[in-house]
């Protein structure tokens, strides 16, 4: 792979223009909103107000005689469907599975969360069945609600569910084998650093709220579903398998354009299931629509996650083991993916890109009468990233030395490494990344710019870490051992035609990646012909064989992956249609540029002429060959991949208000290879956005009865245009990944990734050069918070 | 939202006559009350749109002072239009984002008197004169705590009119997500003494901060004040910020206010 990628014109390593922008940037993309069917009448859901209660009754007369309703449903009319299924079991450190409580469509018996639906209205018009909601007479005994960690795992906590022993779902421990080393080690260490750390709570807050539209076609039996999904078939296995027992083949679920999802839209939610359903029982498609206040109390929320962390170090500085104890709230409900996410996603990830010996990390799982938690762009990578690198921070500051120092001191400098948490990083170079950000942080200059800061009256703070991933999930044998209930692998179909154009069906989707760009780049290396001749074709289960979707940054290593196994199958295939045509032998086929020559010879065929000759086979071997040129390639990885690299940034902070502003920051990514760089920078801008949403702006908070205090945009701060920098970004260093053929990475949650702890870190050093004694501070690093910080 | 009527009358008299029907509303420029009736919390049988009122329309310097603005002046016509009073004109054009600006109106916020809202802070802060359709009413009467003015039912804000200072300015913090003043400070000098308006800070709304008004009439310096303090008992506490730190900021956006108008 060439390092000049920016250069290319055109196939992988080039810059090509995200081709999806022109409907996208001009108003023609096609939405679920936008999808209208005949008949279509609307649902309103009737939400619980109170954080927990015991419905006591639910009358529903009135508002089924109301003008216009076409059926009330409660959750009675759901009795004998299936509950909305968890995708993850995780095993506790006794051997013992997880409590998983059942999470029905519509309430039965009790509300857990503020939002969780208790009531359906189906209407003519999506006002009418909102005017009929507020018309069923309901009445709910409230209970006393549990909404911090700690308060729920106490002895006598009310319980979320009362079927269950308690509000743990599970209690974990990795590797639990090496729990009494790990102690050991600390009772030697010569210096040890602890600190306690909330990683908040999270609204993923796409730009298009979640949309669900059900249909059902009387005639042949058929429920379509269209949805704004991240992974349409995991939909399709969810809800037809485990909700509503409808088999695949009587099942299409389709997610057309989605306006971002960052993991919020990987979940099966229970308005999908809903619209599907309803539309059956009614015989009329049904479409719910969320609005943005829905949509902060039925969304998965992300992160929630208080952590205690111990680092151990001997006399030299070396690190000799890391100790971890995290409450992570599950909220009322299991959400598909949540049980890994605390666990798998996060504690493999607690080496980080240091060699410490000995790990221990455990995690308790609470249910609370909050809104469900689960992935959110990075999803327990960010909150194992946080806690690592704020620590190692901490532990710089304590002893006197260079945090940047100490971070080479202790780098993993030989690959494969396998770390003493499970996984194995196939390659990396922590130091030329570190290098790199030293370069264009322009780290030499620092003191500098702090100086003039302090000549206008601010607080200049540097703040470096690290961060390494495990992206291009996942290996599905692993996965099954370690409690998932689904496969990881990735497929696509690669449809030639006739004239030598290509059609990509790709069980990846696309809701902001540029796949739709980045994808065809891949094909048309490979064969050596215009990106323009292959399109993608996805989101449709009616298209791609199978697909677990896009999230865990697997689309391309994954996903792509599949593209080339199948790509290679036509190559393969074409070549023996060459070899006919020229009358030569399939071995001494080469492709090139678009061509099939004979090798040592000026015969050659080209890529249009074998094309049609597979669709026109008039002279064609049809006794050793089919006709046409399509195959599809399932691929399943054999590792993660991991991704790593260096981040910098550098905050004025105003010590009269607290007020933090971001002046630098710099990425310094590996990425293995690199298939359209300009993306790749804009997935990076993106994911250092919403890391600085996350350590500036961004709290979801509930108040001790479980009402959401930070229920809309008045008081859940995203991150605007002017909170951010412009960004130095790099992604020269590459050392491919080793074990899937384009060598790829991943670099979609990167940014999200390695980016808070950069600032957190960066604000407490500017607190600490005016003299301040602050070693932390909780996120988001409000004004009034870093205020009170500084007033000690 | 719950279906109403809508009407647009010409006149003060119209409107008057509109706004008499039960359940009636006023609607200025509607960033209050549209998100307000979309989430249902308000069920008027009639909406009456101010918008096309004559006599609420338009900016006019009458000698060298007051700066009279119509009741139906939007915050971006005022932050173009004010050039006569460049604090007020600036204060506009921070309010909210231009979409904001292009609809909301000087008679919609001050009628709603939001506890966070900037204008207040210049009306009350500049002395102004609130104009409705039946009296002239003083800054310092008209404003009565969160939410709450002198206005009567029915009563329209028809025009504001501000004496101009010989120097003033806002400084507003704003509230992270809302941006909203979390604290806003309205200063402004004139010949006879300095006032002093804080908006978004205290659970009374707008008020003057008294001792900071007679520290700067004797020395319009910030360090004549560095010392002062609100107390933080009666500031509002929140998810954002404490009463203590808020009752901070409204000393710190002080002094930079009397800095940057000095």
Known sequence: MPKDIDAKESGIGAASKRREDIRFLSGTGNYTDDINLNGQAYVHFLRSDVAHGRITSIETAAAAAMPGVLRVFT???????????????????????????????????????????????????????????????????????????????????????????????????????????????????????????????????????????????????????????????????????????IPEHKLRVVAPDVGGGFGSKIFHYAEEAFCTFAAKALNRAVKWTSSRSEAFMSDAHGRDHVTKIELALD???????????????????????????????????????????????????????????????????????????????KAALELGVDPIALRRQNFITEFPYATPVAVEYDTGDYVATMDKLEEIADIAGFAARRAESERAGKLRGLGVNCYIEACGIAPSNLVGQLGARAGLYESATVRVNATGGIVVMTGSHSHGQGHETSFPQVIASMIGIDEDMVEIEHGDTNNAPMGMGTYGSRSLAVGGSAMVRATEKIIAKAKK??????????????????????????????????????????????????????????????????????????????????????????????FGNIVNPMIVDGQVHGGIGQGIGQALLEGCVYDENGQLLSASFMD??????????????????????????????????????????????????ALRSAGKDVTHIDMPLSPARVWAAMQG | MYEFEFTRPASVAEAVAALSTEDAQALGGGQTLIPTLKQRLAMPTTLVSLSGVAEMQGIRLEGDGPLVIGGAVTHAQVASGAGAYPALAALAGQIGDPAVRNR??????????????????????????????????AADDYFQGM??????????????KFPIPDAANYQKFVQPASRFAMVGVFVARFADGVRVAVTGA??????????????????????????????????????????????HLVNVMTRRAVSASA
């Open chain 2, 202 to 247: 205290s659970e009374e709304g707008v008020f003057r901060w008294a001792e900071a008004e007679a520290a700067l009439t004797a020395n319009f310096t910030p360090d004549a004040i560095s010392t002062l303090t609100v107390d933080a008992d009666g500031m509002i506490g929140d998810i954002h910020g404490t009463k203590a730190y808020r009752a």
């Open chain 1, 577 to 670: 249609i060459a070899a006919h045509l020229m009358e030569a032998a399939d071995a001494d086929i080469e492709l090139k540029d678009g061509q099939f020559s004979v090798a040592g010879t000026d015969k050659s065929v080209a890529w249009g002429d074998v094309t049609l000759a597979a669709y026109v086979p008039h002279n064609y071997p049809l006794e050793e060959i089919e006709p046409g040129l399509e195959e599809t390639a399932f691929y399943d990885p054999a590792n993660f991949t991991y991704p790593s690299g260096a981040y910098a940034c550098e905050v004025e902070v105003d010590p009269e208000t607290g007020k933090v502003s971001i002046e630098r920051f710099a990425a310094a990514d590996d």
């Open chain 1, 75 to 245: 959750g009675a009319d759901f009795e004998g469907v299936g509950s909305i299924p968890c995708g993850w079991q995780v095993t506790d450190r006794f051997g013992e599975v997880m409590q998983e409580p059942a999470h029905p469509v519509l309430a039965q018996g009790k509300v857990r969360h503020v939002g969780d639906p208790i009531a359906a209205v189906v209407a003519e018009t999506a006002e009418a069945a909102r005017d009929a909601a507020e018309a069923i007479e309901l009445d709910i005994e409230e209970l006393p609600a549990v909404v911090d960690m700690k308060a729920a795992l106490a002895e006598g906590a009310p319980k979320v569910h009362d079927d269950l022993t308690s509000n743990l779902c599970y209690d974990w421990g990795f590797v639990e084998e090496n729990k009494a080393a790990v102690d050991a080690a600390f009772d030697a260490a010569a210096h040890v650093t602890s600190l306690e750390l909330v990683n908040n709570r999270l609204v993923a807050n796409p730009m298009e709220p979640r949309v669900a539209v059900g249909d059902f076609n009387r005639a042949t039996g058929d429920s379509t579903l269209y949805t704004t999904s991240q992974n349409p078939h995991v939909i399709r296995l969810l809800m037809g398998a485990f909700v509503l027992g």
């Open chain 1, 315 to 393: 006399a030299d500085n070396n690190f000799t083991a890391l100790r971890t104890d995290t409450l992570a709230n599950m909220g009322a409900y299991l959400s598909t993916f949540a049980p890994s996410v605390p666990t798998w996603l996060h504690g493999t990830l607690m080496a980080g890109n240091y060699k410490t010996p000995l790990i221990y990390v455990n995690v308790k799982a609470v249910f609370t009468n909050t809104v469900p938690v689960d992935a959110y762009r990075g999803a327990g990578r960010p909150e194992a990233t946080f806690q690592l690198e704020r620590v190692i921070d």
């Open chain 1, 716 to 765: 859940y701060a995203m991150p605007r245009a002017d909170d951010v920098p412009f960004y130095a970004v790099d992604h020269s260093c590459q050392t491919p990944c080793t074990h899937n053929p384009l060598g790829v990475k991943g670099c979609g949650e990167a940014g999200a990734i390695g980016s808070p702890p950069a600032v957190v870190n960066a604000v407490v050093n």
């Open chain 2, 147 to 160: 939410f709450t003015t002198a206005l009567e039912e029915g009563e329209i804000v028809v025009a504001v």
């Open chain 2, 104 to 137: 909301g109106t000087i008679g919609g916020s001050l009628a709603n008197n939001d506890p966070a809202a900037c204008y207040p802070a210049a009306a009350l802060g500049s002395g102004a004169t609130i104009v409705t359709n039946i009296r002239e009413l």
